[in-house]
């Protein structure tokens, strides 16, 4: 069950839809917040410094890129142990899906059962998540993604916009998935790979 007063990190364009999807919701979005506060409103919502952040309130993480999601977290839980992190869950599931804390799937999702999501992970519009797959602490789903069954993305993994995960493939840990990219096979821990069938660019 979502609350009724949440407070977003990040403050740009994914913040910005991350507020209309609570707004939707019936959630009031109390702040951004990020390493830039400024103090100034951004639609109507105050912008505040991270280091700000008031004690005992929900928060979301509405920041794509993985490793600075990481770091925004970090700062958040240091400067404020009460902190609880909320979901955000805006496609119908069908099956069994368990899910962390912090889980953000926007619109347009399809995710059948049996499906694995850690904590901090974004699941961008128009996604489609297969049976039987996990998806591991932090990692970002770009807009449009097929992941098929049995195949498994570690932490903190960027899969870009469009890109496809054929079945039972292994995403190690912060590899980073090119726009586009038809993944056919496993791919090892920091690897960037792109194209089709994608291959290793770094
Ligand atoms: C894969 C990616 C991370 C590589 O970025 P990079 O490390 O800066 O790499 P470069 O742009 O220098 O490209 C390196 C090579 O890979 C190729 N390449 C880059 N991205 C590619 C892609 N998506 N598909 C195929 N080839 C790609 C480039 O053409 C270049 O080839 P060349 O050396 O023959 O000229 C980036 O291009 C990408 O696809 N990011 C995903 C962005 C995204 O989806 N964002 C969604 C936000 S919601």
């Given at each position: 069950m979502i609350s009724r007063n949440v407070g977003i990190i990040g403050a740009g364009r994914m913040a910005a839809e991350t507020a209309n999807y609570l707004k939707a919701q019936g959630v009031q979005v109390?702040?951004?917040?990020?390493?830039?506060?400024?103090g100034q409103e951004k639609d109507n919502i105050p912008h505040i410094d991270i280091l700000r952040i008031p004690r005992d309130i929900d928060l979301i993480i509405a920041v794509g890129d993985p490793s600075l999601k990481k770091k925004l977290v970090a700062l958040v839980r240091k400067n404020n142990n009460k902190v609880r992190f909320i979901s955000c869950i805006c496609s119908e599931a069908s099956g069994?899906?368990?899910?962390?804390?912090?889980?953000?799937?926007?619109?347009?999702?399809?995710?059948?059962?049996?499906?694995?999501?850690?904590?901090?992970?974004?699941?961008?519009?128009?996604?489609?998540?297969?049976?039987?797959?996990?998806?591991?602490?932090?990692?970002?789903?770009?807009?449009?993604?097929?992941?098929?069954?049995?195949?498994?993305?570690?932490?903190?993994?960027?899969?870009?916009?469009?890109?496809?995960?054929?079945?039972?493939?292994?995403?190690?840990?912060?590899?980073?998935?090119?726009?586009?990219?038809?993944?056919?096979?496993?791919?090892?821990?920091?690897?960037?790979?792109?194209?089709?069938?994608?291959?290793?660019?770094?």
């Open positions: 109390s702040f951004f917040a990020d390493e830039y506060g400024k069994k899906i368990y899910l962390g804390d912090d889980v953000t799937i926007a619109p347009g999702c399809n995710l059948t059962t049996d499906i694995k999501v850690g904590s901090h992970v974004i699941i961008n519009i128009g996604c489609n998540i297969s049976h039987d797959v996990e998806i591991e602490d932090f990692t970002y789903v770009s807009p449009g993604v097929n992941i098929a069954g049995y195949s498994k993305i570690g932490k903190g993994v960027m899969i870009g916009v469009g890109a496809t995960v054929i079945d039972r493939v292994k995403i190690g840990d912060n590899v980073i998935i090119g726009a586009g990219a038809v993944v056919i096979k496993d791919v090892p821990s920091g690897d960037t790979v792109a194209g089709v069938p994608a291959r290793s660019i770094k």
